[in-house]
């Protein structure tokens, strides 16, 4: 399941999740974006280890430039709390499962 991240929710679903989480930045109008969201949700489903969350940067530009988003799709893993990889533009699904450390 893909969770919609917010500058509300960021802190719970984000910092304090015990499991990995990787963050989705993007927009309706990216065609990118589009072409990325279909392996980011298959991700979801197939790991059950991970958490995964989707950041509409046009629904939340504090998030976006709190992690100085320039370009979109980006791609985001923290682990513990901590910010440990970004990815810019669309990746393939074994690029986006080595971030996660998989």
């Given at each position: 399941m893909v969770n919609e991240?917010?500058?509300q929710n960021f802190k719970k679903e984000v910092l304090d999740s015990e499991?990995?989480?990787l963050?989705?930045?993007w927009a309706s109008?990216?065609?990118p974006c589009r072409m990325l969201s279909p392996v980011v949700?298959?991700?979801s489903d197939e790991y059950?280890?991970?958490k995964v969350g989707k950041v509409n940067v046009d629904e939340q530009p504090e998030l976006a430039q709190k992690f100085g988003i320039m370009s979109i799709?980006?791609?985001m893993v923290f682990r513990n709390g901590q910010h440990i990889d970004?990815?810019?533009g669309v990746r393939p699904k074994r690029e986006i499962l080595s971030m996660l450390g998989m």
């Open positions: 991240i917010t500058e499991l990995p989480v963050l989705d930045f109008w990216c065609g949700e298959e991700i059950m280890d991970i799709p980006t791609l970004t990815k810019v």
